[in-house]
């Protein structure tokens, strides 16, 4: 059914952000099962179920992106189908963090 992890969630975040370029590349191919994706969230010192504990560096120089950090359990990182990684990490590490949600008010 090509409806695996992580692949379907790679394929909405492409129709969220991609260029048209970049759909071709990497979409289209992914849509037609010649390729796999894999997501690269969570990292061994922190716990990752919170995404703004991500300490991945992400870091612009010219035209490429710098990315420093350990990942762990990527599913399909080893599969020699996975053509590309989709990597969350953080280019801005002075922005706020989300509120801290009590969850004694939520209830
Ligand atoms: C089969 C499988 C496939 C996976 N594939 C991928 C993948 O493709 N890519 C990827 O990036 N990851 C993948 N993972 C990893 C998975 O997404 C993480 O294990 C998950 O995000 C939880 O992160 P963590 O292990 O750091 O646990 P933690 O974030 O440390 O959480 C552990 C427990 O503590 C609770 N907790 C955490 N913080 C707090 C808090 N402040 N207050 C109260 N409770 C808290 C959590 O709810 C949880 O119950 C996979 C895992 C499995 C089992």
């Known amino acids: 059914m090509n409806c695996s ?3 379907v969630g790679t394929m909405e975040l492409f129709d969220l952000f991609a260029t048209d370029a970049e759909c071709e590349r990497w979409l289209v191919p992914l ?3 010649d390729i796999r994706s894999a997501f690269a969230m969570t990292e061994p010192e922190v716990a990752s179920s919170d995404a703004s504990n991500i300490g991945t560096g ?3 120089e010219g ?7 350990r990942k762990r359990w990527t599913t399909g990182a080893l599969d020699p189908r996975t053509a ?12 706020n963090r989300p509120p801290e949600v009590d969850c004694a008010d939520s209830r």
């Open 58 to 60: 992400l870091r612009i």
């Open 63 to 69: 035209d490429e992106i710098v990315v420093n950090g």
């Open 31 to 33: 849509m037609r099962d």
């Open 5 to 7: 992890a992580p692949d």
């Open 84 to 95: 590309f990684s989709m990597v969350v990490g953080v280019s801005d590490p002075e922005a």
